[in-house]
């Protein structure tokens, strides 16, 4: 049997992305039955980085005709004439012409629309754009829109779906009445500690690289890793700094690292015009070796996120043993028993207090090794791949009523 893993994107994209890498890694590593699995790639740079591990793969190319065709497809009048023509999508002519019995989908990809009999599995990340609409990111160019049309698209033919906490599994049934036998819990491994171990680099590396960003070394320096996006709610902590500043407390450093997109100008601008630039630093995109010394090095992540609970940089963060604060409404249950410092993010001095609390080593060393432990357990490895088999035993079984 042939599958296709579909990983789209660069690693420019930033988390998303290296998060489906991982998964791609993983379920090549999967020697069960017969699966002979081809990575289908969309940019150049992903397949310099397949080639390096001797992965087998092939690029699909979005191009302009593959975006134009798109568009038609999603207008009724058109979709109906392309078909009655027997124009069919770049897609469905690339997952036909390579003869895959069924494509996994490792996150959400309008993609997914064009595989026609073709039988895909697809990865659902989040409802953000439902439980946060109010956000330009969400709603700005029809993005609501076409989230919707492309989730009802997912959840009316994936043969299964997967979602990375029993929360997006709820919100899923709550939302979309979706069958809970068709919806399978596997929870994200991020990438970063794989690049880590694989490095074998020393520590002096990662403080070579660490002391290139010229940070000042008497701080206690807290780093926010994430892109721009107006949800990601960077302004809250720019300001905690201000309240900080005006009471003269001088201890503390907030880093942010990430691509310059969504609310990049406008926070850049609010940090000078208030004075801040020496209490926050923006690094912007920075390297994962580049990332990896800033967990090694600094003191703690923050993360005043509206839109969780799944996101990379607690499991990261559990890897490394930094504490994280985290927005104290979307933690978990699983996620409650000290693993992470809950802040309020309707107040900025909240954070501030907490910081004060949490600066006492002390208090986190017995936080951050349980954090530790308990990514080993939900960060499992052979479980994750245990549940791909048991997905993909179910197809095989099921195709073989026709094959």
């Not at 979005?62 to 975006?67: A, C, F, H, T, V």
């Not at 501030?352 to 208090?363: A, G, R, T, W």
């Amino acid at each position: 049997m042939k599958i296709g893993i579909y990983l789209e994107g660069s690693p420019k994209m930033g988390g998303g992305f290296f998060q489906s890498l991982k998964a791609s890694l993983l379920l090549l590593n999967i020697k069960s039955f017969d699966f002979n699995f081809e990575v289908i790639i969309t940019h150049k740079e992903t397949k310099t980085y397949l080639e390096k591990k001797n992965i087998k793969n092939k690029i699909f190319q979005i191009s302009k005709l593959s975006n134009y065709l798109s568009q038609l497809f999603e207008i009724d009048y058109f979709r109906d004439l392309l078909n009655k023509i027997k124009i069919d999508h770049p897609f469905y002519k690339f997952i036909k012409k390579n003869k895959y019995d069924l494509v996994i989908f490792l996150g959400p990809s309008q993609m997914s629309k064009f595989c026609k009999e073709i039988a895909f599995i697809s990865n659902i990340w989040d409802l953000d754009h439902k439980k946060n609409s109010q956000f330009p990111e969400h709603n700005s160019n029809n993005v609501y829109e076409q989230k919707e049309k492309l989730l009802k698209e997912i959840i009316t033919r994936a043969f299964r779906i997967i979602v990375p906490h029993q929360s997006n599994k709820k919100d899923l049934i709550n939302f979309y009445k979706v069958d809970d036998t068709k919806i399978i819990v596997q929870n994200f491994i991020p990438m970063l500690p794989t690049i880590y171990e694989e490095n074998r680099q020393d520590k002096k590396y990662y403080n070579n690289l660490f002391s290139n960003f010229k940070l000042p070394s008497n701080k206690i320096i807290i780093f926010y890793p994430a892109q721009f996006w107006a949800h990601k709610n960077h302004k809250y902590i720019i300001d905690a700094a201000e309240i900080l500043k005006n009471e003269n407390n001088t201890k503390y450093l907030f880093v942010f690292c990430g691509g310059k997109k969504g609310n990049f100008k406008y926070i850049k601008d609010l940090i000078t015009k208030r004075k801040l630039d020496n209490i926050i630093k923006i690094l912007t995109f920075i390297t994962d070796d580049e990332l990896i010394s800033l967990y090694l090095n600094t003191n703690g992540v923050v993360m005043p996120t509206y839109c969780g609970p799944t996101n990379l940089p607690i499991y990261e963060s559990f890897y490394f043993k930094k504490i994280i604060f985290y927005t104290k409404d979307l933690i978990p249950n699983d996620l409650i028993n000290n693993h992470l410092i809950d802040i309020d993010i309707t107040s900025p001095k909240d954070f501030c207090n907490q910081l004060e609390i949490y600066s006492d080593v002390s208090k986190i060393e017995k936080i951050v090794e349980n954090n530790y432990e308990y990514f080993k357990l939900i960060c499992d490895e052979d479980i994750f791949k245990k549940n791909y088999e048991n997905i993909l035993g179910e197809f095989v079984y099921l195709s073989n009523r026709w094959k």
